[in-house]
């Protein structure tokens, strides 16, 4: 995915208002992203209502939603961090969305097994979150009170996004969001757009697939794979 030319972007927006830092780093990173060529379809889940609660599997506005998602080279998911998650409408957006048979539990022709972390239902796309915190910048880090990135994003990242087989790009963080002037919202707005110019060959978290040369049939990693490291840190390809 080096040539960002005719590339189509989904880009999944999940912030109650409409005046707000998110909808300026919104608006400077679809920007961007058109300006290099890309299509952008934006769904804003408050401003078309999506109904978040899971009661039953389906519906047309399930099925349009996956319909926006697999035209897609990029996926993006943008939203405030709320007690160290999504606020709850994107959550059930993909609690909804995300269906089995669709995004996961997706058999494979040729062995009958089900395709997954790595090889899922959204195998060929990549996907970004794009995330505001009110946390200072050291306390989302390796030895911060709220953990590392990956480690506070992990089932997002790990369970999500690779679980779905889509390839998984490091969180555009944005952090000490509150009281941000209008010269802040334009520099982080130009950061953002930044990073998204080369979105296209960034290199994605290696995780691991989940293959016999990594996992035992207890879906737990052989005693030579990653010795010494537990947590998301063990899931990680490492060169020899």
Do not use: C
């Amino acid at each position: 995915m080096g040539d960002d030319a005719h590339k189509h972007a989904h880009w999944v927006y999940a912030h109650p208002r409409a005046e707000s830092l998110n909808a300026a780093l919104r608006d400077a990173g679809v920007e961007r992203l058109r300006r290099d060529g890309w299509s952008v379809d934006v769904a804003d889940l408050y401003a078309e209502r999506f109904d978040p609660v899971l009661v039953e599997e389906g519906g047309a506005d399930v099925r349009d939603a996956q319909r926006r998602l697999v035209a897609a080279d990029l996926v993006v998911l943008q939203f405030p961090l709320w007690w160290y998650g999504p606020p709850a409408m994107l959550k059930g957006w993909i609690d909804r969305v995300f269906e089995r048979g669709f995004a996961y539990d997706v058999p494979d022709p040729a062995t009958g097994r089900n395709r997954k972390y790595g090889d899922g239902g959204l195998a060929g796309r990549r996907a970004l979150a794009v995330v505001t915190a009110g946390d200072r910048p050291g306390s989302i880090s390796p030895r911060g009170i709220s953990g590392d990135v990956e480690d506070v994003f992990w089932p997002l990242l790990h369970g999500t996004f690779w679980y779905t087989g889509m390839q998984t790009l490091v969180p555009h963080l944005v952090t000490d969001v509150h009281g941000v002037d209008a010269d802040g919202v334009r520099r982080l707005g130009e950061e953002l757009a930044e990073r998204l110019g080369t979105v296209g060959a960034e290199e994605p978290i290696p995780y691991l697939p989940m293959t016999d040369e990594y996992y035992d049939h207890s879906i737990a990693l052989h005693p030579h794979v990653s010795p010494g490291l537990t947590g998301g840190a063990a899931h990680r390809l490492r060169q020899a």
